[in-house]
């Protein structure tokens, strides 16, 4: 059997449960190390006895609803390579434009910035990564969270401060700018998320009560004891979720500005308060 008809039989079987074909050969070649020249060359050729066992146990995993990602074990994000497992929400190509926005925004001087449930360590540590003059603290609710943020920073050598709290339970200072991604999905929306992200990713990362509102509700009502005068917030939503987290903030911050912005795709994607 060649390995074009091996990726066909699996693929047809990936699609049956759901799961998009594509992630079987982005999983292969990353994990062989070839580029797509070498790959489409290896099609015609016979399988080998290695590769035959290898592809089995991939695509044992993603037929049973496992990110592409975890098997890997890294997300590549803003040029970084993060190691990724249970523990933590896999970085999305939104969360990276809400880093491109914030880098936009905000020149290369000293700033003091906090990154409220940092899972991964994608957000602090890209911007610590382009604005190493930043003082930046990374903090979550989770600790296996941050032991794993903390072996991402160590591995691409970037200093970033870590810390366990609940929002700012723990935190006694002010910052220029507070950026969060926090669980925003609602219990009533779990038909809109993929299998593979219910079956593997954790929920404490993803769901959030009162209809995916809560944490910005709690966010809205502390982040003025901890924000500097002409400090900014920016955050990520859920694409249904620019009035209302809007809404939220301005009745917060009644002298701020609050925007909405959207994504790439065009849907509500971030919140940005600040001084206009």
């Not at 200093?159 to 219990?187: G, K, M, R, T, W």
């Amino acid at each position: 059997m060649t390995y074009a008809q091996l990726f066909l039989q699996y693929e047809w079987e990936l699609e049956k449960v759901g799961e998009e074909p594509e992630s079987l050969t982005f999983t292969f070649r990353n994990l062989k190390g070839l580029d797509m020249t070498g790959f489409v060359l290896l099609l015609r050729q016979e399988v080998s006895e290695e590769d035959q066992a290898l592809l089995a146990r991939i695509a044992q995993r993603l037929l049973a609803h496992e990110p592409a990602q975890y098997i890997l074990g890294y997300e590549t994000f803003h040029d970084l390579k993060l190691k990724v497992d249970k523990r933590i929400l896999i970085p999305r190509p939104e969360t990276a434009e809400l880093v491109d926005l914030i880098l936009a925004e905000n020149a290369d001087e000293q700033l003091d910035l906090l990154d409220i449930g940092t899972g991964s360590g994608a957000i602090a540590l890209a911007l610590a990564h382009e604005r190493p003059t930043w003082r930046i603290v990374a903090s979550d609710i989770s600790q296996e969270a941050l032991d794993l943020a903390k072996e991402n920073a160590q591995a691409n050598q970037i200093a970033v401060d870590f810390c366990q709290s609940d929002l700012f339970s723990q935190l006694s200072v002010s910052y220029d700018i507070i950026v969060s991604n926090p669980p925003y999905i609602s219990e009533a929306d779990k038909a809109e998320v993929g299998l593979n992200v219910l079956t593997s990713e954790p929920h404490l990362a993803l769901f959030a009560d009162e209809e995916g509102l809560a944490i910005y509700r709690k966010l809205a009502q502390q982040a003025g004891k901890h924000l500097k005068a002409d400090g900014k917030i920016y955050l990520e939503i859920g694409y249904k979720q620019g009035q209302i987290v809007s809404q939220l903030f301005r009745e917060a911050f009644p002298d701020k500005r609050v925007r909405v912005l959207p994504d790439q795709f065009g849907q509500d994607r971030m919140v940005v308060v600040d001084n206009g």
